[in-house]
Nanobody
């Protein structure tokens, strides 16, 4: 089965940048959805950014043009570039892939079949 491995998390000061990567263990020639979610302890997981089945990017409202989602290596790696980070962006960031329903919203957790283990992002003020 395909596995996802996130990397690139770390600690930065407010206003700084980080780039997260999510590597799929197997190359896939077929289209599939991919997304980033994040979760703070005690809160529900929320969507951050996604690429739908057509490759169209979607962003949560709070991203406010600070983040960019993209793929590298013919969709084997999902990348999230994050700029102008704030302490409110502190969370565990998860990569998800392979949505069941291509017509569902981009941030429907139950629609994704494969999840990574997460990478921690900490932003200090």
């Amino acid at each position: 089965a395909v596995q996802l491995v996130e990397s690139g998390g770390g600690s930065v000061e407010a206003g700084g940048s980080l780039t997260l990567s999510c590597a799929a263990s197997e190359y896939s020639t077929r289209r599939w959805c991919m997304a980033w979610f994040r979760q703070v302890p005690g809160k529900e997981r929320e969507g951050v950014a996604a690429l739908d089945w057509f490759g169209t990017p979607h962003y949560a409202g709070y991203v406010n043009s600070r983040f960019t989602i993209s793929t590298e290596d013919a969709k084997n790696t999902l990348v999230l570039e994050m700029n102008n980070l704030t302490p409110e962006d502190t969370a565990m960031y998860f990569c998800a892939a392979d949505c069941h329903d291509v017509g569902a919203g981009p941030f429907v957790e139950s629609n994704y079949a494969i999840w990574g283990q997460g990478t921690q992002v900490t932003v200090s003020s």
